[in-house]
């Protein structure tokens, strides 16, 4: 069994930060810790995200439609839809659940936004 809380894993960093928790062939989680208006940019991986909203606010990209998310709140986006992330005012922790795991090809378009500061990259 893989178990550990918020507190433990907290961290920021420049960006947002994704601490790891548990990877195989099959699934991914990651605890999503995002300072005010951090975001993952938009992209569209072929696997399905599940986002548990633990504290704070923002919106989740779901397809073309941005949903406004706080304390509480799951979302589900399917695999293929455009998805991003991006924390409100007071910043956001989140759990963050992917099946499959992506690849690195897939989040090439977060790298890039990243890199470009653009929740929407070209």
Do not use: C, W
Not at 5 to 31: H, I, M, T, W
Not at 56 to 65: H, L, M, T
Request: glycine share 10%.
């Amino acid at each position: 069994m893989v178990a550990t809380d918020f507190d433990a894993e907290r961290e920021f960093e420049e960006g947002f930060s994704a601490q790891p928790v548990y990877r195989n062939d099959r699934v991914k989680v990651v605890l999503g810790f995002f300072r005010p208006e951090q975001f993952i940019p938009v992209h569209a991986p072929s696997s399905d995200l599940v986002v548990t909203i633990v504290e704070g606010s923002g919106i989740v990209r779901d397809g073309d439609e941005d949903r406004s998310v706080e304390q509480g709140d799951v979302v589900v986006v399917p695999a293929d839809e455009d998805r991003g992330i991006k924390a409100g005012d007071a910043g956001l922790e989140a759990t963050l659940v992917t099946a499959p795991p992506p690849t690195a090809a897939e989040h090439e378009p977060v790298r890039r936004g990243l890199k470009q500061g653009q929740f929407e990259p070209e």
